[in-house]
């Protein structure tokens, strides 16, 4: 159950709530939608038709035949098409997506090495259409032949409800093709939706968040989104995390962030969650303590925890950002608690002033810092500075999950 609706935790001034285990909050649709075509045989390839249909067609692959070194299973969906007219190539489905939902399409794809040395003519392979919003096309990313390669595409999130094409395109649409003879296979072509919304329990902000790429899910510690495989050489050249477009968190007065982490990085200016340049706010944690920065002031610092973090626990890491000075006798501040247990405060600019929050940024994808890399199972945002009681109430109403 997602923090955001458990009754027995902090629920005021929640402005929003991510819960990899919580389909309210993230959703990951297991379902394909582009369903196999057809029927394999043993050795042999068999004509088929898909639903939408351009120029020319595709046979579906039997079992027991070897391309580039690998052997057809009977649990495979492969589908040929040879390149023997120009013309608009389009075959595939028409599916109802609905609003908020990115799509995300897979395949391996083999072009045989018989195919004619003026490969590629056109290097269109395939292509989403979601009616009235966008297309999305993917490209053969070189002239290999002979050798399968895979394609991964995720799509913008859709702006309403709408239909989608979800298109196999070799060669284009118009006086083209890949080449003038040869062939290129398709194989285990998926489509799934994924919806990549926060749960903004108090509607105050609609900060609408995306996916760079789908973010790779582990079951540890009830469900997670596992950052270790994060690349890029700071949080905006990643290629994981949830982007969001508008500011998160209230531009002047206080907020503060609860998650539940494990195996943080072991660097000091991680960009856990940031957003803006110096005129934004930045929060990371590392094993030693929790790294913040306030805008536009520039202050920035870090609050040690009592004790380091032992990689292979979860933890629950509070820390509020008190503009204010409400826990801290007027003085402004960030104040951390690990597992409900208060760890100390450092006190930020005295005069505060509205972060303006000119680039945009989000959660393991932002505007600054190294990427951070650990586990995370939920990150929840309030449009408050939390006291020890109430970062206590939400470490006992939530640590069963995590085996505490």
Request: net charge neutral.
């Amino acid at each position: 159950m997602s923090v955001g609706y458990n009754p027995k935790t902090i629920t005021d001034s929640i402005l929003f709530n991510l819960d990899a285990a919580n389909i309210r909050s993230y959703y990951n649709d297991t379902n394909n939608y582009f369903p196999p075509t057809g029927t394999a045989a043993n050795g042999t390839d068999t004509s088929i038709a898909f639903p939408i249909t351009g120029n020319g067609s595709f046979k579906r692959v039997g079992y027991g035949q070897t391309y580039g070194g690998y052997t057809i299973q009977q649990s495979d969906d492969v589908y040929r098409y040879d390149f023997l007219t120009n013309g608009c190539n389009y075959h595939g489905y028409s599916i109802s997506v609905p609003k908020g939902y990115q799509l995300k399409f897979t395949y391996d794809y083999y072009v045989d090495s018989s195919t004619s040395s003026d490969y590629p003519l056109n290097t269109m392979l395939s292509g989403v259409e979601v009616s009235g919003q966008y297309g999305v096309y993917q490209y053969a990313p070189n002239s290999n032949k002979g050798v399968w390669q895979t394609i991964s595409a995720l799509a913008p999130k859709t702006t309403a409800a709408t239909q989608a094409n979800i298109l196999l395109y070799p060669g284009n649409c118009g006086n083209t093709r890949m080449a003038t003879s040869g062939f290129i296979l398709y194989k285990n072509v998926r489509l799934k939706l994924i919806k990549s919304d926060f749960d903004d329990s108090t509607e105050k902000l609609l900060i609408s968040p995306y996916m760079y790429n789908e973010t790779p899910y582990s079951t540890d510690g009830g469900g997670c989104f596992d950052f270790s495989t994060a690349t890029g050489a700071n949080a905006a050249a990643s290629t994981l995390g949830f982007g969001i477009n508008t500011i998160p968190v209230p531009a002047m007065s206080n907020f503060t962030f609860s998650v539940w982490i494990k195996n943080p990085p072991n660097i000091g200016q991680s960009g856990l969650f940031s957003f803006g340049g110096t005129d934004g706010f930045r929060f990371g944690i590392n094993p030693g303590s929790v790294y913040w920065l306030i805008g536009p002031t520039y202050a920035e610092g870090y609050v040690g925890f009592l004790s380091s973090l032992n990689s292979s626990k979860w933890y629950n890491v509070v820390a509020s950002y008190d503009r204010n000075g409400s826990l801290n006798n007027g003085t402004p501040n960030v104040t951390v608690y690990l597992n409900g247990v208060y760890q100390g405060r450092t006190n930020t600019s005295a005069t505060q002033t509205p972060m303006t929050l000119n680039q945009l940024g989000g959660i393991v994808h932002s505007a600054c810092c190294t990427v951070w890399t650990g586990k995370l199972a939920t990150f929840t945002a309030y449009g408050k500075s939390l006291t020890e009681s109430e970062a206590l109430t939400i470490f006992n109403s939530t640590k069963s999950r995590f085996g505490l």
